[in-house]
């Protein structure tokens, strides 16, 4: 798990705190849980896009330098 500092409008956090003692949790996990019913979806899109788009890349091999520079008429 990773830490993040959010800065949230004060009637915000008052609100979040009286929803947390009365669900018997805590804010961030409130707010983890809302940050995941909004944006599940979007992550889990680019998670596979990732996956999809360096799972597919290859890197090519390097040129011997000697080579470019032949190439180049620079030898």
């Known amino acids: 798990m990773k ?6 409008p004060e009637e915000l956090h008052e609100g979040l705190v009286k929803l947390a003692l009365e669900n018997d949790t805590s804010v961030a996990e409130l707010i983890r849980k809302a940050v995941e019913a909004v944006y599940r979806d979007d992550i889990k899109d ?3 896009w990732g996956e999809e788009i360096t799972g597919s890349w290859e890197p090519k091999p390097a040129i011997d330098f000697s080579k470019y520079l032949a190439d180049r008429g620079l030898n």
């Open 46 to 48: 680019l998670q596979d």
């Open 3 to 8: 830490r993040t500092v959010v800065y949230l």
